[in-house]
């Protein structure tokens, strides 16, 4: 199974940056996990998008869905062309219901609704969900082949779950958006690098990959926070491959 990122900022990129994207890759099947502003872009340094197999949002916040509304034209341009035959599958959680209803366009998307707690099969991938804690809906994903687990916070608070929900992962991609001041604060809606890594640790995971980068946000700063509970910490990194396996 192989991972790479191809935009790991939120809620807005940076010059040069990109919002949430992740290409995961297993037996010639490509799933794209969420597509902000910037990914369409991105993707097509690694694969042409036409040979995407499945996409999924975590959540309808614009900075993981917004280049959708783009891929659809190229997808429409590729049907008529004769160089994509079926419609490309979209999960997605079904609220907001006026953001779920902005997905379905011509041919583009087969969309489906994915339920929490009900298990999703694509391609090589069985995919769990769990709702976080957002200002919408959010997903967290714990997705396993036979050759590895990895589990996406999705944006969210802290929950107790998720580290039951993260147990034992291969690589735990977790959205680390403030730092320790941040939740000093109260500020709502996200983790900070800390509580990712308080989270990694007690989930037992083997690598740690922070990821949603603030912006504006210090990645040095985000890092030797998070390195104090989980030495092995890492930040994500645009472009970067990684490989997830259970050995
Ligand atoms: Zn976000
Ligand atoms: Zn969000």
Redesign the pocket.
């Known amino acids: 199974m192989q991972l790479t990122v191809l935009g790991c900022y939120?809620?807005y990129p940076p010059q040069g940056g990109c919002c949430s994207g992740y290409l995961l890759q297993e037996e010639n099947f490509n799933l794209l996990i969420d597509c902000g502003n910037g990914v369409l872009s991105r993707l097509q340094e690694h694969l042409d998008y036409r040979n995407l197999n499945a996409v999924i949002l975590?959540?309808l916040?614009a900075?993981?869905v917004s280049d959708i509304m783009i891929m659809r034209y190229g997808l429409e341009i590729a049907y008529k062309s004769g160089l994509r035959s079926k419609p490309l599958p979209l999960y997605a959680p079904g609220t907001p219901e006026a953001e779920f209803e902005r997905l379905p366009y011509k041919n583009a998307y087969a969309v489906n609704t994915q339920v929490p707690g009900t298990d999703l099969q694509a391609g090589p991938f069985t995919i769990q969900t769990r709702t976080g804690i957002?200002?919408?809906p959010?997903l967290a994903m714990r997705i396993e082949s036979p050759s590895g687990t990895l589990v996406y916070s999705?944006?969210t608070e802290y929950y107790c779950d998720l580290e039951e929900f993260a147990s034992g992962a291969d690589l735990f991609l977790c959205e680390a958006n403030f730092l320790e001041v941040d939740i000093e604060k109260s500020l709502p809606?996200?983790l900070s690098s800390a509580q990712a890594a308080q989270i990694a640790a007690a989930a037992g995971v083997k690598r740690l990959l922070l990821t949603h980068h603030h912006p504006e946000g210090d990645l040095e700063v985000s890092l030797a926070e998070a390195q104090k509970y989980f030495t092995a910490a890492e930040q994500a990194r645009e472009g970067e491959k990684y490989i997830i396996s259970a050995k």
Do not use: E, W
């Open positions: 939120g809620p975590s959540h916040h900075d993981h957002h200002a919408v959010s999705s944006d809606n996200h």
